[in-house]
């Protein structure tokens, strides 16, 4: 291979290890310098929730502090905010299971298939997140409580799903669309039922796909503000409103504020960790390739 | 594979007959569910805002509650609030934040999948995703006092660190500092998408294309872009969507100032329903920008999509 | 084959999570039913507090062992029928205010009083807005009880507020003599009755806060600076430290838009220079009247001049943190409430170097500082008016407002007795308590008109921009002026 290589730039300068070094120094360069952009804040949000309140808006910082879990104590002593947590740890998990079971075999069925229509379903589907939050939480809110799905955990749920579905079905056509056809029909003429075909060769391909909005599923149900603030009281409450707590009419509490924000990302962390193998694994297989 | 044909085997025993249903109207299974649901969170808001748009609803004059105004809701604020600046805002929002997001978190995604040690990588993919999770309402308010030209740390390392002046972030660079912002909180959704989309390219394609001995960049244009294609359109079209209607982060950042510097549709829709309660108001500006979306959508999609993508 | 193993791996995967669903949806429905029954334990939001383990004391009412805070007997000296709603639940929508920690500890004696349980829902205060408008205009009524502001008139006009005057007419409810209204400053009775626009009262006032000005001492002995009682002294006293000090900006004060944002402390200014935000309404804005625009411009040269870079975008939080940490010499004027912040060693770096006094007026003018009042209302639309007007009563009475500000920490006493109480002042200091009695006495709240949010929304922006220096204040004025006319001419 070095040698293929080699013969294709006779006149290179830079021997090939020299080259490769180079840009691979380059990489970690530009890498770094926006791992510092992406890490900094995160950095200051963390280590305001380790500081006592004064030092935590002081300048210039003490970037050298004596770290205090003072916050985290006192946030684990609210039961409001541990169950607020647990209660959007359960409701996120079970809405993004619940998506990805709907939206993936839609999006499936629309990569494949000719449906009647297909333009304007898709355009149907994405409509369903295009209007500001804010332009339709009051019918939400009068329908929520018609149906009596006010403050209930099914009801946040119900409402996660939506956020996300157009999410999936649209990521996840994508990434059917970039698997073979050819693929399943091997399996089929090997004896496969269709859905077989679908489960054992198609589904194992798109896993990055599948965790890829997974994880984004996850966070903007996580994140998500208005809805719960608007659909909920105190059964179905979410976390992001029990961080929202510090902030108050005459004095927002910088350190719990932090060290609520910073309790909130933790379990974005354990997720993408957990799913992390899935995300580069592709169709590591031999294929015949479409074009 | 157009419609699903029918399976010709026979088969005597319930279950059998019950999969053998199952693969034969397979098509018909999978996407039923995504349209029940479909049905359920579109309709109602969707006909809601329209009745609102088309009736007065200005909640301080009860009497007239309900009755039929024809467009004058829609004249109304298309007259004299401030509906038509805040859509050129928007535009110009949407449009500086989806260049950057696309451009950096393409780029991550390429870098990133040529790190050679895994250890790296698995850094590197877990750091670009977190800024993500962090809900917009902290991160503006903690953004904010991060900016303040007085007493943030933001402003006072680029003064000690850099040979640079740090602008008032929030008074003279508003627009700017907010698709900054938005370009630190989302381009992980780019990164992730894009990431996962180039493992999705074959190793044989890759390699095929080593073999020709093809530059690095001519290796994107010409095997990897192509490829990736579906999955490019789609999270940028996603992403441009979700841009139009940002809301919580900006809002809590500038509240749409200096004067109406950052008033985005959304904080415009905002402020006319909930702190004007002119209900008919605002749901006409978001009918008038759901029109709007729904045009530039199918316009990208059947020029881009249909005529660019998907061959 | 690997597919085989995952394929099984994948089937208990989604075994498992089958049973948590269902699990979770059993819950949901237990959530739901148990809703009405007594505030089911850890379920309830509200119970933040934040700076106290305190949180306990809110919700149980299965309780009677623990001790109560204010003996009942204060109570049950009152002619008013205290149990005739037992059984019965209120739910209260809160913003997230100092009045909310102080009153939660007390709030069991409510219940053991009446037998009414209490649910809390405390918000921060633009997401309350926000749920309070949801709940109110859909007719929902989700909220016996809930905090009101600016927005009264507007809630009044769209005839939401349920008007408290036939609950004080009923003898079983209300007892004249026990509750003494006229211990509530006229500034908040005012601002409960529409802000002088509606006849009836809205709700009852629960907090008051008058705007004071802040200084540091340190910087005063170092300048020998002496407390600036008109504009101009102020003004002179903002430029020594600013231009002394290299790390300390003369003087912050609110620049962000918003109806109660850099217009509520502007109107302080308008006000004392004789002026009026309507000189008759609703035809005539006082905005761009002499007086309007004089205070304008002395106010947008004071932030430009010595106030902090990038003025025009800070809250009052950024107000509040560049004073604490030490960057500011005044805060020109604005919440006396910031005074426990400003002076709480835990969260500001100058605790012991703060002192608060009247808010500066012009020479030839009348000190009248702005003051503001939250209120408590209830709706038409909620199930428990009755039951909510008790509690109201209950809390702003003087056994209950006394005990929050003399044994929790309060400071915000809509009740004159309490700022001359001798414990009180003892634990605020007296300088405080003078400053914001002498204050509060003088104070002229604003009237809040229908359209307060609408044209005070564009009266902001108008302010914004001139302190960000892209038109001049009296430019400003007159656009927000000719804005509030044709916005309420309508």
């Not at chain 1, 809110?141 to 649209?170: C, E, H, K, P, Q």
């Not at chain 2, 569910?33 to 301080?60: E, N, R």
């Not at chain 2, 938005?182 to 044989?204: E, H, L, R």
């Not at chain 3, 914001?436 to 709240?445: G, K």
Request: aromatic share 12%; with cysteine; proline share 5%.
């Amino acid at each position: 291979m070095a040698a293929v290589d080699d013969a294709q730039q006779p006149d290179s300068r830079l021997s090939k290890t020299n080259r490769e070094r180079l840009v691979s120094a380059g990489r970690h360069a530009a890498l770094l310098v926006w791992s510092f952009v992406v890490l900094f804040p995160l950095y200051w949000i963390v280590s305001m929730s380790l500081k006592p309140p004064t030092a935590a808006i002081s300048l210039p910082p003490d970037w050298i502090f004596l770290p205090t879990v003072y916050n985290y104590i006192q946030l684990l002593q609210q039961s409001s905010f541990v169950y607020a947590f647990f209660n959007s740890v359960f409701m996120v998990s079970a809405s993004v299971i619940l998506v990805l079971l709907i939206g993936v075999p839609a999006a499936y069925v629309l990569s494949r298939y000719d449906i009647p229509k297909q333009r304007d379903v898709l355009v149907w589907i994405l409509s369903s997140r295009m209007l500001p939050p804010v332009a339709v939480i009051i019918p939400f809110f009068v329908i929520f409580r018609a149906l009596n799905l006010y403050d209930t955990r099914i009801g946040m749920i119900f409402m996660y799903i939506t956020i996300n579905i157009s999410l999936v079905v649209w990521v996840m056509k994508a990434f059917f669309d970039g698997i073979p056809e050819t693929l399943e029909e091997a399996a089929r003429v090997d004896g496969a039922t269709r859905f077989q075909a679908f489960r054992k060769v198609i589904l194992p391909a798109a896993k990055p796909g599948i965790f890829s909005v997974a994880i984004i599923s996850f966070i903007f149900a996580w994140i998500e503000l208005l809805f719960s603030l608007v659909l909920t009281n105190n059964n179905a409450v979410t976390v992001t409103m029990q961080v929202y707590q510090f902030i108050g009419v005459r004095q927002i509490e910088w350190g719990m504020l932090a060290a609520a924000t910073t309790a909130t990302i933790i379990p974005v962390v354990i997720f993408v960790i957990a799913v992390n193998r899935y995300l580069a694994a592709g169709l590591s297989f031999g294929v015949v390739i479409k074009e | 594979m157009s419609t699903p044909t029918q399976t010709t085997s026979q088969g005597p025993s319930g279950l059998a007959r019950l999969r053998e249903l199952w693969n034969a109207y397979l098509p018909y299974w999978f996407i039923t569910p995504m349209v029940l649901v479909m049905l359920l969170i579109t309709i109602f808001p969707g006909a809601y805002d329209l009745y609102l748009s088309l009736v007065k609803y200005q909640l301080t004059d009860p009497t007239t509650i309900g009755q039929f105004n024809g467009l004058a809701n829609y004249e109304r604020v298309f007259t004299s609030g401030g509906a038509i600046n805040s859509f050129v805002i928007t535009i110009t929002f949407v449009a500086g934040a989806l260049a950057l997001e696309t451009g950096i978190g393409f780029v991550l995604a390429a870098l990133v999948t040529g790190v050679k040690s895994d250890r790296m990588k698995t850094f590197y993919r877990i750091a670009f995703i977190i800024p993500m999770a962090v809900a917009p309402v902290s991160l503006a308010t903690i953004g904010r006092i991060m900016l303040n030209t007085e007493i943030g740390i933001i402003p006072f390392l680029i003064q000690q660190f850099t040979p640079f002046v740090a602008p008032n972030f929030l008074s003279d660079v508003p627009l700017l500092t907010v698709i900054l912002v938005d370009t630190w909180n989302w381009t992980p959704f780019m990164f992730i998408i894009f990431y996962a989309g180039m493992s999705s390219v074959p190793k044989t394609l890759l390699e095929a294309s080593k073999v020709d001995g093809a530059p690095l960049w001519r290796r994107y244009v010409h095997v990897i872009i192509p490829y990736m294609k579906p999955v490019l359109f789609v999270a940028i079209l996603i992403r441009l969507i979700d841009l139009f209607r940002t809301f919580g982060l900006v809002f809590s950042l500038t509240s749409g100032g200096p004067g109406t510097a950052t008033e985005l549709v959304s904080i415009n829709i905002f402020q006319t329903g909930f702190t004007f309660v002119d209900l008919g108001g605002a749901a006409a500006i978001a009918i008038v920008y759901l029109v709007g979306i729904v045009a530039l959508c199918n316009i990208l999609i059947i020029k881009v999509g249909f005529e660019g993508v998907w061959d | 084959m690997t597919s085989k193993r995952n394929g099984r791996r994948r089937r208990n995967f989604l075994k498992a999570t089958g049973v948590g669903l269902l699990g979770g949806l059993a819950g949901c429905t237990r959530g739901g039913d148990s809703s009405s029954g007594d505030g089911s334990g850890d379920g309830t939001s509200g119970d933040s507090g934040g700076d106290s383990g305190s949180d306990s004391g809110g919700e149980s009412s299965d309780g009677g062992s623990d001790e109560l805070a204010i003996p009942l007997s204060e109570y049950q000296s009152a002619d008013i029928d205290w149990r005739q709603f037992e059984g019965s639940e209120i739910n209260i929508g809160a913003v997230q205010h100092a009045w909310v920690d102080a009153i939660k500890p007390a709030v069991p004696v409510f219940e053991e009083l009446t037998g009414i349980d209490v649910v809390w829902n405390v918000l921060p205060e633009q997401e309350f807005r926000t749920k309070r408008l949801t709940d109110v205009s859909t007719g929902a009524g989700e909220w016996d009880v809930f905090f009101l502001d600016q927005v009264v008139n507007q809630f009044r006009e769209s005839g939401w507020l349920q008007a408290l005057d036939p609950y004080f007419e009923d003898d079983s409810m209300y007892d004249e003599e026990w509750y003494d209204l006229d211990d509530l400053f006229e500034a908040t009775r005012w601002q409960a009755h529409g802000g002088g626009y509606s006849d009836t009262w809205t709700g009852i006032p629960i907090t008051v806060e008058v705007q004071t000005q802040f200084y540091r001492t340190d910087l005063y002995d170092e300048y020998d600076l002496e407390v600036a009682e008109t504009l101009e002294e102020f003004q002179s006293n903002a430029q020594t430290i600013h231009e002394n000090e290299s790390d300390v900006v003369g003087t912050v004060g609110r620049g962000q838009q918003g109806y109660g944002m850099n217009i509520y402390i502007l109107n302080t200014f308008i006000r004392q220079y004789g002026a009026e935000l309507w000189d008759s309404y609703p035809d005539n804005s006082g905005l761009d009247s002499e007086g309007a625009i004089s205070a304008a411009e002395w106010y947008v040269n004071l932030l430009q001049d010595y106030g902090p870079e990038g003025a025009s975008s800070q809250v009052w939080s950024d107000v509040l943190s560049t004073m604490q940490s030490g960057n500011a010499g005044h805060i020109v004027s604005d919440a006396n409430l910031f005074w426990p912040g400003l002076t709480d060693p835990e969260s500001s770096d100058v605790a012991d170097r703060i002192a608060v006094a009247k808010a500066p007026a012009p020479a030839d003018g009348q000190f009248s500082p702005n003051a503001f009042a939250w209120q408590i209302a209830t709706s038409q639309n909620a199930d428990n008016s009755e039951e909510a007007f008790l509690f109201m009563l209950w809390a702003s009475s003087e056994p209950t407002n006394t005990w929050m500000h003399v044994e929790n920490g309060a400071g915000f006493s809509v009740r004159q007795s309490t700022w001359e109480n001798e414990e009180y002042r003892s634990r605020v200091g007296d300088n405080f308590a003078d400053v914001t009695l002498e204050s509060l006495q003088a104070a002229a709240p604003d009237p809040f008109d229908s359209q307060y949010p609408e044209w005070g929304q564009t009266y902001s922006e108008e302010l914004q921009t001139a302190i960000g220096g892209d038109q001049t204040a009296e430019e400003a004025m007159t656009r927000a002026a000719s804005a509030a006319e044709d916005i309420v001419g309508e």
